[in-house]
């Protein structure tokens, strides 16, 4: 983040040696994020639904994929959710220490599969393709990450496939009712039903593993914070809260984009077809918009806050990653009279392209 916050006001708009552009201050990454005419998402080889569209093949995907985030299903979702929180939380040896980002990791495995109806006997294959992806991504080696990515898809298929043979014996299920959903009057293909599910449980796995590190280490950290919310405060402050505090410490660093046309950035010229990085965690701590970036303000905030992206390609998953965290962190409280920092274990950062922390070690009491 110290690296970041320099590049941001020595040199906002930069070029690494691959020719790559990353954009560092919040109104340079609003404008990008906002003009989908000029900065396209179609930045892949591979199919990416619908993060990876554009223009009116992204606003029908866009429409199928929120239909599963509504208020409605989200209520319906919480006491499963819930239950998932209560028993893992319930297994954590209090006092003890944890590793607030592997009680993330398997909360999202055990929350993920519940929600898709997948069984938990993928529980372990899911930690520990985890794992791997985490490393591939960190190595930044393309057949390492490739292969990842294949193994992924092919659980997904394996889910599929014994759906598609069941026919209307199927599971009632979100995974079979996305395979069952159409979009322009037509079925998905098997490649963009695997897509869909590839967004929905290969990001928010890793995603979940690193707010819950985030927040958990910020409360630790903030005693009163953390006594504020142990008094009880409404589900709207509580997701106010947890926005601000990854704000601050934003674990999505940044997301991709490629010009469509010769633009001008930061008084940078950029030619059609160059690749650029939106940096939200640098967006996130400008001072130009946060007068103090590590000030606590999550009503002040909130209207400038990019966690979660903003304009047509927002993470449409937002709702269901709110209420997980919000889930698990209040289980975590409940459980607990304090959660303190560990003194005897010394915490460890991600590098990037990834944020927050790698190891979260705190102490439950």
Known sequence: ????????????????????????????????????????????????VP????????????ALVERFFTPERMSALEPVVQRVATDLVGQLEVPGPIDAVAVGSRFA???????????????????????DNHAATRSRDRSRTTEVAQR?????????????????????????????????????SDDEIVSILRNWTGGDLGSMALCTGVVLTYLADQPELQARLRSGVSDREFD?????????????????????????????????????????TAANRDPRIFADPDAFDPVGNAPYNLVYGIGKHVCPGRPL?????????????AATAV????????????????GGFATAPLRLR
């Open 51 to 62: 993060n990876g569209l554009d223009g009116p093949t992204h606003t029908a995907f866009r």
């Open 152 to 188: 992924f898809d092919a659980i997904i298929r394996s889910l599929t496939d014994v759906r598609r043979e069941a026919g209307d014996g199927a599971p009632d299920d979100v995974t079979t009712e996305l395979m069952r959903a159409q979009v322009d009057g037509r079925e998905l």
């Open 240 to 280: 106010a809260i947890l926005d601000e505090i990854l704000r601050i410490d934003d674990p999505f660093v940044a997301n991709r984009r490629i010009t469509t046309e010769p633009v001008t950035v930061g008084g940078r010229e950029l030619a059609a077809g160059d690749r650029v990085l939106l940096n939200w």
């Open 1 to 48: 983040m110290a690296a970041y916050d320099e590049l941001r006001s020595r040199c906002p708009v930069a070029r690494d040696a691959s020719g790559a552009w990353t954009l560092f201050t919040h109104a340079d990454v609003t404008a990008a994020a906002l003009g989908h005419e000029s900065f396209s998402n179609a930045v892949s080889r591979h199919l990416q």
């Open 109 to 131: 495995v055990r929350a993920q599969t519940a929600w898709l109806g997948w069984p938990a006997g993928l529980e372990e294959d899911l930690m520990q393709w985890m794992q």
């Open 339 to 354: 959660i303190e920092p560990d003194p005897d274990r010394p915490r460890e950062r991600e590098l990037p392209p990834v």
């Open 321 to 333: 990653a709110t209420l997980e965290l919000r889930v698990l962190t209040r289980a975590a409280l």
